[in-house]
Nanobody
Framework: QVQLVESGGGKVQAGGSLRLSCAASGRTFNSAAMGWFRQAPGKEREFVSRIRWDNSAEYDDSVKGRFTISRDKVKNMVYLEMNSLKPEDTAVYYC?????????????????WGQGTQVTVSS
């Protein structure tokens, strides 16, 4: 059974940092595309970042230069380092996996999803 479990969320003041982790289990994700999405209250879930098997990364413009995605293939983990956080970054953050390794920004490109972790940034 494939499972993605996020952790590392919390409350932080504007300008602060958090590091989200996503633990993948149930299969090997070395060739998968792994993504981070977020959903703020009353808004649709949106793309944040993704990383492919070759460590190539893509970011939404809203987080470019502030967030960094990385992965540890040995540990089957994906991380999202978030710096210079803003109140508008407040959301539930979700980890997602596309085992075929081709996914980019679309929600429907990912087959597996975690339950999410709350990030709250106060001004």
């Amino acid at each position: 059974q494939v499972q993605l479990v996020e952790s590392g969320g919390g409350k932080v003041q504007a300008g602060g940092s958090l590091r989200l982790s996503c633990a993948a289990s149930g299969r090997t994700f070395n060739s998968a595309a792994m993504g981070w999405f977020r959903q703020a209250p009353g808004k649709e879930r949106e793309f944040v970042s993704r990383i492919r098997w070759d460590n190539s990364a893509e970011y939404d413009d809203s987080v470019k230069g502030r967030f960094t995605i990385s992965r540890d293939k040995v540990k089957n983990m994906v991380y999202l380092e978030m710096n210079s956080l803003k109140p508008e970054d407040t959301a539930v953050y979700y980890c997602a996996a596309d085992p075929y390794g081709l996914a980019t920004r679309g929600l429907d490109e990912y087959d597996y999803w975690g339950q999410g972790t709350q990030v709250t940034v106060s001004s």
